[in-house]
């Protein structure tokens, strides 16, 4: 599916990951995720997500290295710049939770 860049008062919106690391100090409830992803929706951000299962690396030649199993979930979200994505993680659930939300832009390519 192609994704269509959004506009803000002074040029396209970045692409950014949020990535949840398991590492949260309290409990995460499932219920805590709707309102969270509807603050997201209000603010035109959200662009999609879901949690992270088992998997396994794979690599042409050698051996590949171990699965990351410290990341839970991802979200993708638009916003004007890293300080924008940054604020868009206050109510995240596992950052409210004290866990580790990372953040990495999707650079546009071609």
């Given at each position: 599916?192609?994704?269509?860049?959004?506009?803000?008062?002074?040029?396209?919106?970045?692409?950014?990951?949020?990535?949840?690391?398991?590492?949260?100090?309290?409990v995460?409830?499932?219920?805590?995720?709707p309102?969270?992803?509807e603050?997201?929706r209000?603010?035109?951000?959200?662009?999609?997500?879901s949690?992270?299962?088992?998997?396994?690396?794979?690599?042409?030649d050698?051996?590949?290295?171990?699965?990351?199993?410290?990341l839970?979930?991802?979200?993708?979200?638009?916003?004007?710049?890293?300080?924008?994505?940054?604020?868009l993680?206050?109510?995240?659930?596992?950052?409210e939770?004290?866990?580790?939300?990372?953040?990495?832009?999707?650079?546009?390519?071609?």
């Amino acid at each position: 599916m192609a994704h269509s860049p959004q506009f803000f008062f002074g040029g396209v919106m970045k692409d950014f990951l949020l990535l949840m690391h398991d590492d949260a100090v309290s409990v995460v409830s499932a219920e805590s995720w709707p309102g969270y992803f509807e603050a997201l929706r209000r603010q035109g951000a959200f662009e999609g997500g879901s949690a992270i299962g088992g998997g396994e690396c794979v690599r042409k030649d050698g051996e590949a290295g171990a699965v990351s199993s410290h990341l839970s979930g991802f979200i993708r979200v638009a916003a004007a710049d890293l300080a924008s994505a940054r604020g868009l993680v206050v109510g995240n659930p596992v950052f409210e939770a004290g866990g580790t939300v990372e953040i990495r832009e999707l650079p546009r390519t071609g």
